[in-house]
């Protein structure tokens, strides 16, 4: 079950990674249209979950540092809607094999 968490979270933080990279563009183009530059940094903080939720993924099939796993796990919940989905799904299979990891 962790393998499958650990696949679920890094699919969650490319994902992530993705959809923030478009709307830190289209923000910032949006931002610089409408006056409002902080717009793309939505995008940002995005990517930036994503990221973290992508280490948390490798750490989670490494079966290492089951803190780090954990909050990747719970960093991939906020990447509305498909992060919501894997991440609480993620985070109920790491929760629970916390024995497995050295």
Not at 53 to 72: C, D, H, M, P
Request: aromatic residues 6%.
């Amino acid at each position: 079950m962790v393998k499958a968490a650990g696949i679920l979270t890094i699919i969650a933080g490319c994902y992530g990674i993705g959809v923030g990279a478009a709307m830190a563009t289209v923000g910032g183009v949006i931002g610089m249209l409408t006056g409002m530059p902080a717009l793309g940094a939505i995008g940002g903080g995005a990517i930036g979950l994503g990221i973290v939720a992508l280490i948390g993924g490798i750490f989670a099939l490494r079966r290492r540092t089951w803190g780090f796993a954990l909050t990747g796990t719970i960093l991939a919940i906020p990447l509305f809607p498909v992060g919501t989905v894997l991440g609480i799904i993620s985070l109920i299979f790491v929760a629970k094999r916390k024995g497995e990891f050295a």
